[in-house]
């Protein structure tokens, strides 16, 4: 869970993009990496193999001070997809403060969506994180692709769950950034409630979104 | 391994600090370079001012920031006239960061991986410890569980052989007791008439002391039909003498079935055995059945004879059972052992009603029987097998409806058994 550094003088939050192999969990990092404009940056880090499959995991660091002066920085993280790696998934996803499920949206991926989901849940248990009150984002990705499986379908599946779902096209860059956000606000909403390290830093909702995604159109007055 | 800048993160994800990034490269080839672009002196230091590297040569040093993903992690000193050099070797520091970083993780993760995996192989391995001792101990528990199903058999088995053996007795002693009876019988009324005849020899020996006359005694003599008396007083005693060893014999015969009640294995005469029970069966069977019993020498096995004496006794009496309905004909029972070597071969043979070869197959099954209730337990051929067996030996029973039946017994004969 976030935590201050030693010194008190940093927090950093972790959102892990998990999902089955060659969903575009990569992509939508790469994807944020070129429109986000935080307040602070960080290369982005790839560990892939030859065939862009990714290894151990990929990273991208983003970062803020925040009105008194503090750092808050934000670790963004993907998992192997690969059935194989499931030890590296574990380690990947603890102690995660949020999770972004990519879905591929092709009809042939059902099964693997689903496999990839229930593993998931049983990883979240399996690390010890709280399922009930873990924020948990579910994107629909590769909407640009023919052969999907219509939105109105996928919503009638998930509408009973508790977890929002988003549709984006990363590899077109669309609606990557408003997934990131909506799992923010989320995330937002439960450390302001539940994080006693969080609320010291003592940060608008506002403040927060633009400080980490930078001035974005899809933040509403609301947010502010 | 002892290097003090080893990295040390016990997360891949925790923050490097300036000494995990620079613990990636050897630490020599850095300083030398260093010292060769800063010939007037340098220091790294981190964020808290602990020195990580550094060469002095007396110049006064002005620091600059060391920053890494936008954070703050330590500062790079050099003098005022190397100022220009700093930001060039910044940027080498932060290539090289970046691949540090890269390396560290990647091995961190690398580590923390093999370590969960090690650790769901070791939780694996302790479940299959814990069922294999689970299952140990469920094998103990059924060995003990069957070892006392079997000693539940065995007194079951027990006492249901002594129940038929109770019942084979009680029919028994019905035959011997009539067979004991007809001898004591014939002596008791013997005696009594030998009394009544030594009533008249009595009063004779009075006419003789008061001194009777010749004429008197003589009279007497053919009055009481002396002669008579004396032949038959002799026959008397024969007869009864002849019938107190009928009845000695049958006690010596019971003696010896009932004798042989013991558990143990002992070394006897089967045809002797044999012998007596025929005798014993021979009195609670009907008059009209001819019972014979053919053998070869003395067959000495080493047996329970009283086993051996209730199975040939139960297999007899279901012979003569089997003659009972017959009207037509001679009643034949032959018996005949023979022997070889290796073995003695025991037929029971009759010529009595046979069993329909659907029952055939179902003669040793335990509680089968044609009996009225009450009259068996059907456990008898079931007993017969076992005690056959027991001893290594084989029954087989060929019938015809009609014409009689063979039961056919095998009992092996090893070269001890000799004579006790």
Same mark, same amino acid.
């Given at each position: 869970m976030a935590d201050f550094d030693p010194d008190g003088k940093k927090l950093t939050l972790k959102v892990v993009y998990y999902g089955p192999a060659q969903s575009g969990k990569t992509t939508n990092l790469t994807a944020l990496h070129d429109q986000l404009s935080p307040q602070m940056k960080g290369d982005m880090m790839v560990l892939d193999t030859k065939g862009d499959r990714t290894l151990f995991f990929d990273l991208l660091p983003l970062g803020m001070k925040t009105p008194s002066g503090l750092l808050l920085k934000l670790k963004l993280f993907t998992v192997p997809g690969q059935v194989a790696h499931d030890s590296t998934r574990k380690a990947v996803l603890s102690r995660a403060d949020a999770v972004i499920f990519v879905a591929d949206s092709q009809l042939t991926q059902h099964e693997n969506n689903q496999n990839s989901f229930n593993n998931l849940l049983q990883n979240i248990h399996q690390v010890g994180l709280n399922p009930s009150t873990l924020p948990l984002i579910i994107q629909f990705n590769k909407? +640009?692709?023919? +052969?999907?499986?219509?939105?109105?379908?996928?919503?009638?599946?998930?509408?009973?769950?508790?977890?929002?779902?988003?549709?984006?096209?990363?590899?077109?860059?669309?609606h990557v950034v408003e997934?990131?956000?909506?799992?923010?606000?989320?995330?937002?909403?439960?450390?302001?409630?539940?994080?006693?390290?969080?609320?010291?830093?003592?940060?608008?909702?506002?403040?927060?979104?633009?400080?980490?995604?930078?001035?974005?159109?899809?933040?509403?007055?609301? +947010?502010? | 391994?002892?290097?003090?800048?080893?990295?040390?993160?016990?997360?891949?994800?925790?923050?490097?600090?300036?000494?995990?990034?620079?613990?990636?490269?050897n630490s020599q080839r850095i300083t030398d370079l260093l010292a060769k672009v800063l010939f007037d002196g340098y220091r790294i230091c981190d964020v808290k001012n602990n020195t990580i590297y550094e060469h002095q040569t007396g110049k006064t040093l002005i620091p600059c920031d060391i920053a890494f993903d936008f954070e703050l992690i330590g500062y790079l000193e050099a003098s005022a006239q190397q100022q220009a050099s700093t930001p060039i070797i910044l940027e080498w520091l932060q290539l090289l960061f970046g691949c540090s970083q890269r390396y560290i993780m990647a091995s961190s993760m690398h580590v923390e991986s093999v370590r969960s995996d090690y650790e769901t192989l070791n939780e694996e391995h302790q479940a299959l410890l814990a069922s294999e001792q689970r299952?140990?101990?469920?094998?103990?528990?059924?060995?003990?569980?069957?070892?006392?199903?079997?000693?539940?058999?065995?007194?079951?088995?027990?006492?249901?052989?002594?129940?038929?053996?109770?019942?084979?007795?009680?029919?028994?002693?019905?035959?011997?007791?009539?067979?004991?009876?007809?001898?004591?019988?014939?002596?008791?009324?013997?005696?009594n008439t030998a009394s009544k005849y030594l009533d008249d020899l009595v009063s004779l020996g009075q006419h003789i002391k008061a001194k009777a006359s010749p004429e008197t005694l003589l009279e007497y003599w053919t009055q009481k039909d002396l002669d008579f008396v004396f032949e038959d007083f002799t026959d008397l005693l024969n007869e009864s003498k002849e019938g107190a060893k009928r009845v000695a014999d049958i006690v010596a015969d019971l003696k010896l079935f009932a004798n042989l009640d013991s558990e143990e294995e002992i070394t006897i005469d089967i045809n002797r055995q044999l012998d007596v029970t025929c005798h014993m069966a021979r009195t609670s069977m009907d008059e009209s059945v001819k019972l014979s019993f053919t053998h070869d020498q003395p067959c000495f096995i080493k047996c329970r004879p009283a086993y051996i004496g209730q199975l040939m006794l139960?297999?007899?009496?279901?012979?003569?059972?089997?003659?009972?309905?017959?009207?037509?004909?001679?009643?034949?029972?032959?018996?005949?052992?023979?022997?070889?070597?290796?073995?003695?071969?025991?037929?029971?043979?009759?010529?009595?009603?046979?069993?329909?070869?659907e029952m055939l197959t179902k003669v040793f099954d335990p509680f089968f029987t044609t009996k009225q209730v009450g009259e068996g337990k059907g456990l008898g051929l079931t007993f017969c097998k076992d005690i056959i067996h027991g001893h290594g030996g084989s029954i087989d029973i060929n019938s015809t409806l009609e014409q009689g039946t063979v039961v056919s017994i095998i009992l092996p004969i090893t070269p001890d058994k000799t004579p006790a």
């Open positions: 909407r +640009d692709l023919p +052969d999907i499986d219509t939105e109105s379908n996928i919503m009638k599946t998930w509408e009973g769950t508790p977890w929002p779902v988003f549709f984006s096209s990363a590899l077109k860059g669309q997934t990131l956000t909506g799992t923010l606000k989320r995330l937002y909403d439960h450390l302001d409630k539940q994080d006693e390290d969080f609320q010291q830093l003592q940060i608008t909702k506002h403040q927060f979104l633009t400080g980490l995604l930078g001035d974005i159109a899809s933040l509403k007055e609301d +947010d502010k | 391994m002892s290097d003090p800048l080893l990295p040390s993160p016990t997360n891949f994800d925790d923050e490097l600090t300036l000494q995990d990034l620079l613990s990636a490269v299952y140990r101990i469920l094998s103990e528990q059924l060995d003990k569980k069957v070892k006392e199903q079997v000693g539940t058999l065995e007194q079951t088995w027990r006492k249901l052989y002594t129940a038929e053996k109770q019942a084979s007795v009680g029919q028994l002693a019905a035959g011997i007791a009539h067979e004991i009876n007809n001898p004591i019988g014939f002596v008791n009324s013997n005696l139960g297999i007899i009496m279901n012979a003569a059972d089997a003659l009972k309905q017959k009207t037509k004909g001679d009643k034949t029972i032959n018996i005949s052992s023979q022997q070889d070597e290796k073995q003695l071969f025991i037929h029971i043979e009759d010529n009595g009603s046979g069993i329909p070869p």
